[in-house]
């Protein structure tokens, strides 16, 4: 067989446990098979989860889909996170600065999820999920602020006035309607965000890996590697 890492051809290396054929790589030298029975070693599945996350399904469903387990399946989707790149810094745009609330394990313990949007492409070029403080907000900044950005559209909040450059900084009747708009899209897209629902995120690392996944999931360096 071929190996699934590098192409290269596989010699024989004794069964597994279950009695299949274990193959290694004569290259690479490392060890697998020529056809497991769970299905979490397919090649397409980090396609295949980061698509589901994309399209809003939950957790629980998605392994019912894919027949893997939940577990397998939350540690997945953080190494597809970590896998993703930021979008590159495009120089001289127009940015829109909002927040949308949710819940962590408890609708008790609230947090913001705050991104900035270019208002020409419609994506979203940072985030950041925390409290709705300076240091949250301030981080979200950071990338409008490399852009050497035209203007930045926000509400009223006061926590931008001493972030933002008061020569950039707009806060118009409708400055902010695509990160409205988005914030609609959000809610409908990803079951954890929608108002008055029972599926909601555990932790901050699998909410901010979702979120990830659903801003840059066509950013994926390599599938191969997580087998």
Request: with cysteine.
């Amino acid at each position: 067989m071929k190996c699934r890492f590098c192409g290269e051809e596989c010699i024989k290396d004794g069964r597994q446990a279950n009695g299949k054929q274990r193959y290694k790589c004569s290259h690479c030298h490392k060890r697998q098979q020529e056809h497991y029975s769970y299905n979490a070693y397919s090649l397409n599945l980090n396609t295949d989860i980061t698509t589901l996350t994309k399209e809003g399904v939950g957790i629980r469903s998605t392994a019912r889909i894919l027949q893997i387990s939940p577990t397998t399946l939350l540690h997945r989707i953080i190494l597809i996170a970590k896998s993703i790149t930021r979008p590159p810094i495009v120089k001289h745009r127009i940015y829109e600065v909002d927040e949308i609330k949710s819940f962590v394990r408890r609708k008790s313990e609230f947090v913001w999820i705050a991104y900035a949007l270019d208002r020409k492409s419609k994506e979203v070029v940072s985030y950041n999920i925390g409290p709705r403080t300076n240091s949250t907000l301030g981080v979200v900044l950071e990338t409008p602020k490399l852009s050497e950005n035209k203007r930045i559209y926000t509400d009223r909040l006061r926590n931008h006035r001493s972030l933002i450059d008061r020569k950039i900084h707009r806060t118009s009747l409708y400055g902010t309607n695509n990160t409205e708009r988005n914030n609609l899209t959000l809610r409908t897209h990803l079951k954890r965000l929608t108002r008055r629902t029972i599926c909601y995120s555990r932790s901050m690392a699998i909410l901010s890996a979702i979120l990830k996944i659903y801003f840059w999931g066509l950013m994926i360096i390599s599938i191969g590697k997580f087998y």
